[in-house]
C-alpha cells in the first residue's frame, strides 16, 4: 500500500516574507483550530459545522445565527467562576506581541457554527454549571469582533438560567450594546498596559478604548476580573504597572486582578503561520517580579491572584 504524507501547516501555507510581522493573510487547505497549547480544548469536535453557501453564512453571521468558532472547551477555575464552557470565537483587531493563539487572529480560520447548536450544548452542561457555580464564558480571539452573534448568544444562555462571562480586551467595547451588557454577569477584562506608548507597541492599538469600556461596564453594575499579562521588558516597567493599578482602583466592581505571567507556549504557532514572533528570546519572569508586579496592584487596595 501506498501512503501518501500528510503536508504540515507550514508546507500548506503560501511563502509568507519572513521578517513580516502581525497577520498575513495565510492560504490553508485545511482550517486551524483548537486552543491554547496549555490547555485541553477540542477543537470545534461536536459542534456541527455549517454547509450554507457563502452568500448565505455571511447573512446568517450579520444576523447572529451563525458564528466564525475557533474552539470550544470545559474547564475549571480559569476563566470565571465554576466550571465553565469556554467558548473561543475567531477574529481580533489587536496583533499582540505575546499573543498563544494567532490562529485565532482572522475570522476566515474559525469554523461556521450555528446559534443553536452551540446553544445546545451550552443546556447539555447546565447542571455541572448548577453544582459548580459555572457557567457560559465567550472568548476569542476578540468576541466582540462579532457583536450579533454573542449578543443572541449570551441572551440565549441567560433565558437558561446560566450564568455569563465575555472575556475581552476592551477594544472593541463600542460594540457592545446596553442589551448585551445587561446579559453578563462577568467581564474579563484585559488590560494589556497603563501606558498609551506601551499598549500601541504591545497590540498596535489605542488603549483609550479599552479604559472607557471598562469605566462603562463598572457604572452598570457588572462584575469585573481584570487581567494583566507580565512580560519581562515589555510590560513588567514599574510606571506602567502602576498606571494599570490606579486606573483598575478606580472600577468599584473590579473583584479581582489577574497577574499572568508571559510563556513562551504559543510560538510554535506564529512559526506554523509564517509569522515573525519578536518575543522569541524573552524569559519567562522572575517570581521576585511576579511579585512585586502584584504587590503594586495590592496596594491598591485589590485583590490580586
Known sequence: MTTTAVPTLREQATPVARDRCGAPVVDLTVPVVGGSSVRSTAGTAGLEVSEAERSERFAQMRAGALGSVHSWELVTAVDGPGTRLTVFLSGCPLRCLYCHNPDTMEMRRGEPVALEDLLARVARYRAVFGVTGGGLTVSGGEPL??????????RGAKEMGVHTALDTSGFLGAHCSDAMLEDLDLVLLDVKS??????????????????????????????????????????????????????????????????????????????????????????????????????????HGLTVH
Do not use: C
Not at 469582533?145 to 449570551?154: C, D, E, H, I, T
Not at 498609551?196 to 457588572?222: E, H, I, K, N, W
Not at 522572575?286 to 508586579?293: A, C, D, G, S, T
Open 145 to 154: 469582533m462579532q457583536p450579533a452573534f454573542v449578543s443572541r448568544l449570551l
Open 194 to 299: 497603563g501606558d498609551p506608548d506601551t499598549y500601541r507597541r504591545v497590540t498596535g492599538r489605542d488603549l483609550q478604548p479599552t479604559l472607557d469600556f471598562g469605566r462603562r461596564v463598572a457604572a452598570s453594575g457588572t462584575e469585573i476580573w481584570v487581567r494583566f499579562v507580565l512580560v519581562p521588558g515589555l510590560t513588567d516597567d514599574e510606571a506602567n504597572v502602576e498606571a494599570v493599578a490606579r486606573y483598575v482602583a478606580t472600577l468599584p466592581t473590579v473583584t479581582r486582578v489577574e497577574v499572568l505571567p508571559f510563556h513562551q507556549m504559543g510560538k510554535d504557532k506564529w512559526e506554523q503561520l509564517g509569522m515573525r514572533y519578536e518575543l522569541e528570546e524573552t524569559r519567562a519572569p522572575e517570581p521576585e517580579l511576579v511579585e512585586r508586579v502584584r504587590g503594586q496592584f495590592r496596594a
